[in-house]
């Protein structure tokens, strides 16, 4: 993110080196496609993997400039997106129960439910059973959020798509009409987070660089032109 208008940036950087390639002005498609379309035919041959974010524009981008390439979503983003699902859910649940119901405000620990299951301490599990207990809608989104987590714990990449299919169709089984689109969401890129299963290619590299780039801002109290970051 630059400046005060909500720009946003685009780093492209090598996931075997660690080393930023370049910094796109904007996060739009076409400004992706033409840096990927102006590449060498030397470079491309050579690219086998990109990690990319849950974004559809980003995802065409890459297969239409670089058909050969097997495209992995980062599997940070996919659980990013559960747990803003969950908190969608959670909200909506808040506002039944002061607007709806008429039992004041009701506030569900959103950084609770954030939380790892694995990484829950003393008695925050019991409180988890208690929360998703009180609100059935919560306690669904939680438990498809746990299990996506859990098919990257898988062995295999068979183990993994068996599993997410089961999940898919367990959503599409709910009353829930949030959850259908969220089940619609990973049946469209499940090829790509499947593909993580080939080599476990992450987008971390980036990451890393993104909080280097922000320490970078905050000491110098802000820069304006992204091109010092490469």
């Known amino acids: 993110h630059l ?32 840096f990927l379309r102006d590449l060498p035919d030397t470079v491309k041959d050579t690219v086998e993997e990109v990690c990319i974010d849950m974004r559809k524009s980003f995802l065409t981008a890459v297969a239409k400039e670089l058909p050969r390439t097997r495209i992995v979503i980062d599997h940070f983003h996919v659980i990013q997106d559960a747990n803003r699902r969950v908190n969608e859910a959670r909200k909506i649940e808040e506002d039944v129960e002061e607007k709806i119901n008429g039992n004041g405000p ?10 790892n299951k694995e990484d829950l301490k003393g008695n925050q599990e019991k409180l988890i059973g208690y929360y998703c207990h009180m609100f059935p809608a919560v306690a669904i989104f939680y438990a498809c959020k746990e299990k996506l987590r859990d098919i990257y714990k898988a062995q295999t990449k068979q183990e993994a798509e068996r599993l997410l299919k089961t999940l898919i ?20 890129y499940s090829p790509y987070i499947l593909n993580y299963f080939d080599n476990q290619t992450t987008n971390a590299v980036t990451e890393g660089l993104h909080r280097k780039f922000k320490l970078i801002q905050r000491q110098a109290y802000g820069f304006r032109n992204p091109e010092v970051y490469a």
Not at 106 to 115: A, T
């Open 106 to 115: 009701r506030k569900i620990p959103w950084k609770l439910l954030s939380r």
């Open 169 to 188: 169709v367990e959503m599409k089984r709910s009353e829930y009409a949030e959850l259908g689109l969220w089940a619609k969401s990973l049946t469209f």
């Open 3 to 34: 400046g005060k208008k909500n720009k946003y940036l685009v780093t492209i950087a090598n996931l075997l080196t660690g080393k930023p390639i370049h910094i796109l002005p904007n996060d739009k498609q076409q400004t992706l496609r033409t």
